[in-house]
């Protein structure tokens, strides 16, 4: 439904008397099965709607279509999640609602290789829908012993891994006690692989480090290097910032290069937390220089001055300056800082190194240059793209690069000193005659263009 329509429908259509909707639902539903689930799960009494959710789910596990399109395993997923509002009905009792998500999540197999799920669309509707609703039911339900029964049944299989979500939620409707209880059950699982990975989350829960640290270090040192975030996360979920402070200087030794932003986020928040801004700002600067954003200069600037920030950005130039390789990154936090003097003389003394294959920043970085009047820079950007898809003889990028070469051609004549580098014209002859029986691109530049570099137009 487009926005207007829906905004039009929700303030007119609660004006409509109830029988003339209800009769527009019901003609609905001869032609849409939708339509028809929709009315079977509002006539649905709260008594019924338990034994009808496990109905319908059995005969949806009946079937023997395989959902291969996209279109068709989301439309599958939506029917699958339309079920729940059956379990959403008023005063049906808790237990009996936990016992149909329960013979749900053992449908799993079944219900998993029915479609190919390549884009999630069936893993969304376990983890997002059917996880939330079993977390809150279960929350209200006293009886631990039973829900502690409930966890174990559901965990002795998961083939599918769909029903790992339960356990981000256990500590909603278990207590530490429980969640202590089935961890004693399944350090002696027979499935250890399993068993591991569920014991290492449960004890993430219970918000103690100490244990925590022990579950991951029974692995390997890889495992518990890889798992260092996770710790450092317990410590803090337990409120035991200074703790984790102390444990840093040795997180940070340890952790794998490719997690260590994410410690450093976590150690910026408990440094926050301790009252010690400056320790925050250490951190944060020493991202920052290690990989120069906009956005990670943003972060500095909300808990240090004005004047820490300028000398921090000052130092973030002077390296970059003094790196010999090109770095896109660099160049678009030069461009994003307003410092486009420098970014100009950084890709001009850098342009050889220039990738044309990076169609995805390079575009972007040439029309910053333009925008602000720095043309020669722009057109070398432009140059390595255009090589690029001839050098490739990449048909399809054809007209990309002619785009390139008009774009070239418009700034060619505001550019007075060329430098050290071909003039417009001569640029043109020489991938024309480099090119010469690439026809199918020449055919989409601009006539003007190709007169010049055929030799036939001479221009200034």
């Given at each position: ?12 259509l ?6 003339t ?7 609905l ?19 019924e ?7 319908k ?34 005063g ?11 013979s ?15 884009h ?26 039973y ?12 083939n ?121 700002v ?6 920052f220089?290690r ?28 390296r ?15 461009l ?42 722009a ?5 390595a ?28 004549s ?47």
């Amino acid at each position: 439904m487009k926005p207007s329509l829906r905004t039009k429908a929700e303030a007119l259509l609660p004006s409509i008397p109830a029988k003339t909707l209800a009769k527009a639902l019901i003609d609905l539903a001869e032609y849409s099965q939708d339509a028809q689930n929709i009315v079977e799960t509002l006539i649905t009494p709260p008594t019924e709607a338990t034994a009808t959710f496990k109905r319908k789910l059995s005969g949806i596990k009946r079937r023997k279509k395989f959902y291969h399109r996209f279109a068709e395993v989301r439309s599958f997923a939506n029917e699958l999640e339309s079920l729940f509002d059956l379990l959403k009905k008023p005063g049906i009792p808790s237990k009996d609602i936990i016992g149909a998500l329960v013979s749900f999540f053992q449908s799993d197999s079944k219900l998993m290789e029915m479609a190919d799920d390549s884009h999630g669309a069936m893993g969304y509707v376990f983890e997002y829908v059917a996880t939330p609703l079993f977390a809150k039911v279960a929350s209200k339900i006293d009886d631990q012993a039973y829900l502690i029964k409930v966890f174990n049944e559901l965990h002795t299989e998961n083939n599918y891994g769909v029903r790992d979500s339960l356990v981000d939620y256990a500590n909603e409707f278990l207590t530490p006690q429980s969640i202590s209880k089935i961890l004693q059950q399944f350090q002696n699982h027979t499935d250890q692989r399993n068993a591991s990975w569920l014991c290492r989350e449960l004890t993430a829960q219970l918000a103690n480090p100490e244990q925590f640290e022990v579950e991951i270090k029974k692995s390997s040192d890889h495992y518990y290097l890889a798992h260092l975030v996770d710790l450092a996360k317990v410590y803090q979920a337990a409120n035991r910032h200074q703790d984790l402070a102390e444990r840093l200087n040795e997180f940070f030794a340890l952790v794998p290069s490719h997690h260590r932003h994410h410690l450093e986020e976590i150690a910026v928040t408990s440094f926050l937390e301790l009252k010690k801004p400056q320790k925050a700002v250490e951190i944060l600067s020493q991202a920052f220089l290690r990989s120069p954003s906009t956005g990670a200069l943003q972060k500095v600037a909300e808990i240090s001055t004005k004047a820490q920030t300028e000398g921090l950005k000052r130092q973030a130039y002077e390296r970059i300056i003094a790196a010999l390789n090109f770095c896109s990154a660099d160049l678009t936090f030069l461009l994003e800082s307003d410092a486009h003097l420098i970014a100009n003389d950084y890709l001009i003394t850098r342009h050889q190194q220039l990738n044309g294959d990076d169609y995805y920043s390079l575009p972007q970085l040439a029309s910053s240059f333009s925008s602000k009047g720095y043309l020669l820079a722009a057109s070398l950007i432009w140059r390595a793209l255009t090589n690029s898809i001839l050098d490739r003889a990449s048909t399809k990028a054809y007209p990309h690069g002619a785009k390139y070469l008009s774009l070239m051609h418009a700034a060619a004549s505001e550019i007075s000193n060329w430098e050290n580098h071909l003039s417009h014209p001569e640029y043109l002859r020489k991938i024309h005659a480099n090119n010469p029986r690439k026809t199918s691109f020449w055919s989409s530049v601009p006539e003007e263009i190709v007169n010049i570099a055929q030799g036939e137009t001479e221009i200034d």
